[in-house]
């Protein structure tokens, strides 16, 4: 859908813009008052949908003297009156006079855009763009049109200069999206928060920081964003589950267990949610849910791996290690890097007292997820197991750290949301 | 019923924080609905600058704000269930939720719900410690709900965190005085009064000694109060309820004197004219205390009250009717403030002035010679109590009582305050309550139009539903809402909203039709009949026409439906589709032949219409054409990818050719697409089982059978994979269930 392109009248502050640029116009200072005066008269004209008396009057003031400002103006009211070729015309004119006036450059621009002459449009945006700011609407368009011929930093230079200039969310959110794009999370967080700053209730801005978040292994700045989704949106099921996950990735099992609930409440068939449901009662170790809502998520997607190695966590946590080691060897089979998967074999391993097999298959899990607080733990009780005390140490050390790391994340998650124990104890 | 008393007292008779508060303000009185007002004028203009992510920014803050509004008039109305209601919905509206969780708390603990209105507040504090506002009322609610050395503690804390923020002292001065400790609760007051010095301020510090009993130090900060400014409000009234509390008699001549000084300022106040009747009568000083009593019968908070000591006063001065009159007023008018107690027992305002007035009115009636009547409310006032008359400082002490803030147990200062609505008159009000229920109303719209934009109908209906509830009248509303559960598939619930929406637009004749349609589609077929059958374009549109003899084919009225369907053929023989659906009626009856020669006919008039391919591959598949139905299925899915049924179809072609490959290859596909095929699953597990995969094949099938449990073959072929990995017992249970669906089946009873 074409966005506000007919030239439906002068934009807010047009002919005091056109105004302030008649210096290059090099006419009597007497008479560039009075002109001035009688301009604005016309504007006044245009703006109240007068066009035929705007029209003869501008053509009296260019009877009199040329200028590109009339000639402009001119042009705006017979593009208004759907007289394409003249309102062409009279805008080439006003440039050949004046060539470093951006407005009659945007306002051809805009009668090409209409007439779907994409490329004399982009021409004339361009040229327009490096004479100063465009209007909103042409400077996206002009943003798009450099997207679409791959020059992304021209895209985004044009979307900074309209965030910048009009406060336009629009602007943000296509520029978070081209940052994000090329990788730079931190770029794109940060026009999404000046969005936010903005329009801080608009679902699509918050979506979009969330996203971003998630993307950005940030899942506390996402549940900063989801929080407020998933309360103002309660029919979405993406906001809540999602809400889960980010909670999950922090270590608030019982918070994403609870989000996931509501997810599972508004969707009951979703596998998704009844795997993340599953890997939340498996932290908390309840097991027998966790295997409940797992055994339902492998009905509906019965090859997935997730499932598959979260159902075998909950099945080594129920003490069915041979069901346990089956179904991870499953998931193993799908995705050989799996890291849960591999911490399930190895905690087996360790059931059984075969611990070099155990210490194999953490080693293989911790290289799939450095900062699993479980496989380096379980890794340093194999260690020490095997009389390795040096290993088993470093890797409680990592424990330690990893467990810190968790645990600082939630108290900043408990923090952002709330959901702490007050703010009036230390 | 609880009693509303003590908020309207609060509300409308007490100096508050908010009136300390807002006299500090610019003067001219706010007007309430501003933020509400701005906040819609920003969404339009957002609008209009092609803004939409601000605009529904904007309209969200709207809503925030005229739920707010809303609440607040409900709270001040005594309807705490409807403003917790629009409190929740405030906070549900917006990402910053503050505003509306903190209404719903005070509602909360008006409510006598202390704890959930800590918990919230608790919640609120978490996230901001530094929100001293949060904390005091959470101090409160500790308070209130028992723990007032934890509300003490949280009071001290904000102190020092916020040692700005001048309203804790009054509040930590209330804790202290409620803890008995006036000596700590004093220099809190003396900053308070330093920090703000004005007249109001050593006000508002005089009745809170006043309410704690320590008269004294009242009377002190009221004299203050008078010195700075003579004129100021409250002064005088409450320095004449502290000498009415204080013991002696000579301190009702002084009480009497402060009334009057007071209603030197505001003449028509309706306690101070009350308390200086009760002080005239209590210095039996009848006569004078007829006109502030009669003033003060006016007023609904002081009229019970004032009927009571207005019969005394009658009695005294040997006018027993008038006293007969007034008395029974106050009888009437007690029994209906009856209030509930918080252990459910419903008794009336109070046993010993129940019987007082039954004792008063009992004399009164004697008098008349009415002895009869006499008896009846002498023995009533035995019954309530055996003392059958209050001292005055009783009485007096009870009226305060009420209208003290801190009467609730353990509250700590006034816990609800809409400053913005609760000067307003209750015609004032309705108008402020109409108006904000439309333009929230006009929000939902314009937010639920921003969702149908999306195509998220399902959102867009609960956003017209929360306005056409707020303001059922509202102008596209109903149409609103019933096109976007139409849209949503929720043919039934649409066709309520699309009638409404016809009364408002009889003439609308698409409205007309979309009604027609729900109703078809929600099997009201007699309905949809009726509707189409006198639409005057039915016959110029060939849907319509196909529509109308689908329901009346439903509804029984075959013949008519024949010539529809005639008339539809004759004169759209040149239409594909219809082409595509007569092929697959032909099809459903084995008419074969006849099915194929329509279908064919469709292609040649459209070579890409919908299912015309798919149809042809279903009949050759049943002919045994293995061949000409992949053909044709690949003919579909080249035009239609998306068309998955056509997808399975040809899988099982495939299957059935001794392909399982790419039959596999293509059920995999299919599964990506509907994980909830049960077909699907089904077809997997039965080609894995054939190739020996039985543990995947169980997977597929144990899937398949959760899908359709009714499904026998799903059964038998679950038997099949179970008997392959040798569970008998679960392989002989799976065979078992495919016996009882066959015979079911068999006998008609199963799908």
Redesign the interface.
Known sequence: MR??LAMRGLPAGLVTALLACSTIWAAPAGARAADATRLEKVAAMVEAGRLDAAESELRQILALEDNPIARDLLGVVLGRQGRHEEAELELRRAIAFAPDLAAPRQHLARLYLIQKREAEAAAELREAARLGPLE??LGLRLAAIEQAAGDDAAAQRQLRAVAER?E???AL?ELARLESGRGDHESALGSLRR??G?????????RAHAEVSLAAAAPIAAVW?LE?LA??????VEYPYLLGVARLKVGDAAGAAETLERALALEP?R?LTLIALGLAYNNQKRFEEAREHLV?S??????NPEAMAALAQAEEGLGELAEAERHARRALARNPAHSLAHLVVGMVRMKQGDYAAARDALLRSVEANPGSVKARYQLSLAYARLGDGESSKNQLALYREALARMEEALIEL???????????RP | MRSRRPILLLVLATISWCAVRSSFAAAGPPDPAARLTRALAEAETSLRQNEPEIAESRYRTALAEGWLLLGALAAVEGDLVEAARAFERAAGSVTDDRRGLMALAMVELEAGRAGEAANLLRRLAARNPADAEVRQSLARALAAAGSLEEAVQELEEVRVLAPEHHETLYTLATAYLRQGRPEAAQPLLTELAAERPRPETHVLIGRTWRDHGHHERARAALEAALELDPGVRRAHYYLGTVELLSEGRGRIEEAIGHFRAELEVAPDDPMTNLYLGIGLVESRRHEEALPPLETASRAAISRRDAFQFLGRSYLALDRPAEAVTALRRALELARAEAMELPDGVFVDLGESQLSSIHYQLALALRRTGKTDDAATHFARAREHSARLAESSREILSRYLGQEKPGSAPGVLGPPLEFPAVAGLEPAGRERLRRAVASAVARTYLNLGVFKSRESRFAGAARLFAAGAELDPGFPRLQYSLGVALFNDGQFEEATAPLTRAREESPEDADLRRMLALARLNSEDYEGAAELLRSDAGRRENPSLEYAYGLALVRSGRAAEAESVFAALLAENSEWPELNVVLGQAYAQQDEYEAAIGSLRRALELDPGVAEAHATLGDIFLRQGKLGEAEASLRAELAAHPEDERSRYTLAMVLDLNRRPEEAKRLLRQHLDARPLSADGRYLLGKILLAEGAAEDALEQLTAAADLAPEDANIRYQLGQALQKLGRADEARREFESFRRLKQAQRDGGAP
């Not at chain 1, 309360?231 to 979405?236: F, G, K, L, S, Y």
């Not at chain 1, 492998?298 to 090859?303: H, I, N």
Request: hydrophobic share 30%; net charge positive; no cysteine.
């Open positions: 966005r506000g909103r609407e009009y336009s969310v629009r959110l969005a936010l903005i329009a801080p209730n608009s679902e699509a801005v918050l964003t407020p309360r103002m949106h309660p029919e979405r068939r596998a339902r492998l009905r509906l997607d019965p090859e408990n923090t952002r949301t709330g959901t702490g124990s007050g703010g009036m």
